[in-house]
């Protein structure tokens, strides 16, 4: 029906970069907005990035500057773009979209680590 399939995770450095990917299949439309949520040991699953249907984003302030958003519409993929990575940043990285009727779909989730 409906699969996000992510990519892009791995270890990276402390000031290294990264570069998430989602890509959305199956019968979707009229996406309200697509995200990215992270989730690290201990904490609580919280919101990253959000791009709305009209291209409007959003960001948690602990990633503001450092972080993009971005999207394909034809493709339906949704992409991260991180950058002055921190070990702060690490965590399970998941993509969402938000669909007609306010349906949620989930990535599987992909791990981001920064450490020396």
């Given amino acids: 029906q409906v699969q996000l399939v992510e ?3 791995g270890l990276v450095q402390p000031g290294g970069s990264l570069r998430l990917s ?3 299949s199956g019968s979707i439309f009229s996406i309200y907005g697509m995200g990215w949520y992270r989730q690290a040991p201990g ?3 919280e919101l990253v990035a959000v791009i709305s249907g009209g291209g409007r984003t959003t960001y ?3 990633v503001k500057g450092r972080f993009t958003i971005s999207r394909d519409s034809a493709k339906k993929m949704v992409f991260l773009q991180m950058n002055s990575l921190k070990p702060e940043d690490t965590a399970v990285y998941y993509c969402m979209i938000t669909t007609m009727y306010n349906r949620d779909y989930w990535g599987q989730g992909t791990q981001v680590t920064v450490s020396s």
């Fill in 43 to 45: 904490k609580q699953r």
């Fill in 22 to 24: 989602c890509a959305a």
């Fill in 7 to 9: 990519s892009g995770g």
């Fill in 60 to 62: 948690v302030d602990s």
